[in-house]
């Protein structure tokens, strides 16, 4: 089976230990964790976490479904099978003389890229984008000599008005799924 | 230290706080029992335990063993045990049994004692991060901040135990909390959080796995602990009845159906009966029900049931699917779901025929009997434990360790109740045995209740015999000693070349053990004795109201079979040896 990169949103109770809980749960289970990110939400007793973990569908699908059952977990959806727009961003020093700066504001140019900090043998890259773009940004940044580099982990949402759009015939859902519960009236969802 | 701060850390008669909440709180679960020890951090609650003077309260003898009784006392009564313990040592020798009750899934509430808030991660006098070591192991924990949320922990603490698929729950309570005051007062209704176990069956799937049992040819029920946990036992008997499908209890779900009923295939797995594993292995339809069909199950699950579509009813759905490919899931209670296959089932204009299967079954029951070498000089383990089954009444309780004579008891115990069968499955937990007996016995003193244990197994608590005579719990213990740790000894001789690696015990005469804790002892060396030392045993536990341990030297290279060699396919097990003994 295929591995690819799945982005796994969990909204969880906003309590002390439930990031180890959850990040615990990948560590033991093997799950290799490709990126995480976590922040709250609307409403600050609720956090979201992206998780973005690579393996095959039913190595993905079982993390879904271990997740579930955490007590501090309010939902979790598998994100890779609907649209969704996705973002992280990258930090990156690359070395810059003087002579390279306007070629790597040019290359910053076409991706839409800031840069932060300019002196005499370095520039900071502002980068933010999907997986792919923040990637290709390093690539084409990598030839002049990466000094240093930072990353968020994915952040993502889907496109759809509400989570539940979208998802009839979509992944596990052979699964009845506890959380399409109707009684389940947790306000993040109940926006337009 | 300054006199404010002593002034903080002394106990306030007088004043409500932390501890008093607590109690409180066990109160208003209905708790009637608790297993534990004191120390330090969690004396504020002791004293208020004795100014409330409202719970049995049990002392033990080492906090593995409160947990083991607690898992006892809540697989006999469907109650959950209650665990009180200190801090740092008192909370990780909690580790185990709580690791026990998960694999099993076991409702089970521990209470730890804690530092003080302000201390936490100093690596104060006897801190321990249990919310950090728990994690793994339990369903849920907490730590409580303050004592104004003491209530409301507590209560979706006990929640989160028993519903759902049960599970052992931590709360760890920083002894600053324990003595702040508070104010009395009951919970609030829990407000909505993600947790909203999966309860009813979806139709659909339930219509689904309808009509695949309606075309079975070759059908196997594999039951396991969730039918015993859910109540299920009856309308599991009753499908089993309707439809004619033999069913095949785990070592989890044993009790679920009469060993005796004539659908009864026994247990599957490693040490299943050789009709089991084959009638799974040819079948065209198995409905699991409750069961996480773990690898003592399946053995090679290639090999598992290669040609059955698979119906699989568990509560929690990270269960279904697995280990085993399935065709039907069915998310939610096994006895709502049973139900519902039941009165699908009875609405069915014909039913499925399976006198041919069963024929075949009946074919393999012959060619692969129970058996075991039978002896006149020796006391056979199969026998000692087949021989109990004929004393002790249906609804009484039978404990075991782990080990050789676990499998043996799992084999050869006639178990006709469900919650008669204690045992530590998932786990395997040598030394399980004896406490949990002594919490099985005091949630359900109206039932007698018989440990069967190795010599190597039962040294392992042997200090709760302490507590045993303390609170004068009249089980029976049947040691069956062959002086060896049984279950190594045997893989050393069938797969390590009879290598006996550091696998012979020297057990001390456990008779006189027991004496010395002030328990009743015997040793039985010879088959003829057995049986009335068993029936002095039971008659001296009721009459004394002490706990009365039988060391029973038996045979010492008597071998559980079958058994599928580790990591081979079921339907290929080695089959009993060929004996007199049925």
Known sequence: ?192 | MSSAAKAKNKPQAGTYNGADAVVDALRAQGVELIFGMVGGQIMPVYDALHRHHCFGHVLVGHEQGAAHMAEGYARATGKPGVIMTTSGPGATNLVTGLADAFMDSTPVVAITGQVASTLLGNDAFQEADMRGITMPITKHNYQVQNADDLPEIFAEAFYVALSGRPGPVLIDLPRDVAVSPCQPRQATPMPPTGYKPPFKPHPLQVERALSLMAQAQRPVIIAGGGVIHAGAHESLRKLAELTGFPVSTTLMGLGGLPADHPLSLGMPGMHGTGYANLAIYNADLLLVVGCRLDDRVTGNVAKFSPGSKVIHVDVDASEIGKNLECQVPIVGDAGQALAQLLAGAQAWPERPDTTAWRKQIDQWKKKYPMVYPKSDDVIAPQWAIQEVGKLLAPEDIVVTGVGQHQMFVAQYYPFRRPRTMISSGGLGTMGFGLPAAIGAQMGAPERQVVCFDGDGSFLMNIQELATAVRYRVPLVAVVLNNAWLGMVAQWQRMFYDRRMSQSETAAPPYDKVAQAFGALGKRVERPEEFVPAMQWALREAKAQKLPVVLDVMIEREAKVLPMVPPGGANAEFIPCQSGDCQ
Do not use: W
């Open chain 1, 1 to 192: 089976m295929s591995e690819e990169y799945c982005p796994i949103s969990v909204l969880v109770r906003n309590e002390p230990g439930v990031l180890a809980r959850v990040a615990g749960l990948f560590a033991r289970r093997g799950f290799n964790i490709n990126s995480l990110a976590v922040g709250e939400t609307e409403d600050p007793q609720v956090s979201r976490i992206t998780v973005v973990v690579k393996g095959d569908p039913h190595t993905v699908d079982q993390a879904v479904k271990q997740l579930r059952r955490l007590v501090s977990v309010i939902k979790v959806r598998d994100q890779s099978t609907m649209p969704r727009v996705e973002r992280g961003l990258a930090l990156i020093k690359v070395r810059a003389t003087p002579a390279q700066r306007g070629e790597i504001m040019q290359l910053a140019g076409v991706f839409r890229a800031n840069v932060d900090h300019v002196d005499g043998h370095c520039m900071v890259i502002e980068v933010s984008g999907n997986r792919n773009k923040i990637e290709a940004m390093i690539d084409m940044l990598k030839p002049y000599g990466i000094m240093e580099l930072a990353r968020t982990g994915q952040i993502v949402l889907a496109r759809v008005r509400s989570i539940h759009q979208g998802m009839e015939g979509a992944g596990s859902a052979y699964v009845p799924d506890p959380d399409e519960d109707p009684q389940a009236t947790y306000n993040v969802y109940q926006q337009s």
